[in-house]
Nanobody, 128 residues
Framework: QVQLVESGGGLVQAGDSLRLSCAAS????????MAWFRQAPGKAREFVAT????????YYADSVKGRFTISRNNARNTVYLQMNSLKLEDTAVYYC?????????????????????WGQGTQVTVSS
C-alpha cells in the first residue's frame, strides 16, 4: 500500500513563496509518476503539475506555469512543489498523487482518475 503525506502548507501573503513536500512510502518511488492537484472551496479538484519517475518530464497547468515548479528527490522518496508569486486564487487544499503505470502517453496526466494514490492534503491560504 502506498502512503503519501503532504506538508508545508500555511498562510502566506500574495506574492510570497511556499514549498510543499510529499513523502511517499510503500512502493519503488522511482517507478511512480507523481503529481500535485488542488481543490478550492466549492470547486472541483484540479491538476497543478506532474513529474515522471526520473524527473525528466514535467507538465503544468496553464494557471501555474512560470510560477510553480515540481521536482523530486528519489533518494528521499519525496516530491516537492515550489510555489512563487502566490495569488489569492491559489488558495486551496493541495493534494499529492501517485500512479505506478505509464500515463503520459495517453495524455491523461491532468485527470484525477489517472492517479491511484492520494495524500490527505495540505491547506494553502493566500491573503491580500
Amino acid at each position: 500500500q502506498v502512503q503519501l503525506v503532504e506538508s508545508g502548507g500555511g498562510l502566506v501573503q500574495a506574492g510570497d513563496s511556499l514549498r510543499l513536500s510529499c513523502a511517499a512510502s510503500g512502493r519503488t518511488f522511482t517507478s511512480g509518476t507523481m503529481a500535485w492537484f488542488r481543490q478550492a472551496p466549492g470547486k472541483a479538484r484540479e491538476f497543478v503539475a506532474t513529474i515522471s519517475g526520473s524527473g525528466g518530464t514535467t507538465y503544468y497547468a496553464d494557471s501555474v506555469k512560470g510560477r510553480f515548479t515540481i521536482s523530486r528527490n528519489n533518494a528521499r522518496n519525496t516530491v516537492y512543489l515550489q510555489m512563487n508569486s502566490l495569488k489569492l486564487e491559489d488558495t486551496a487544499v493541495y493534494y499529492c498523487a501517485a500512479v505506478f503505470r505509464p500515463i503520459f502517453y495517453s495524455g491523461r496526466y491532468d485527470q484525477n482518475g489517472a492517479y491511484d494514490y492520494w495524500g490527505q492534503g495540505t491547506q494553502v491560504t493566500v491573503s491580500s
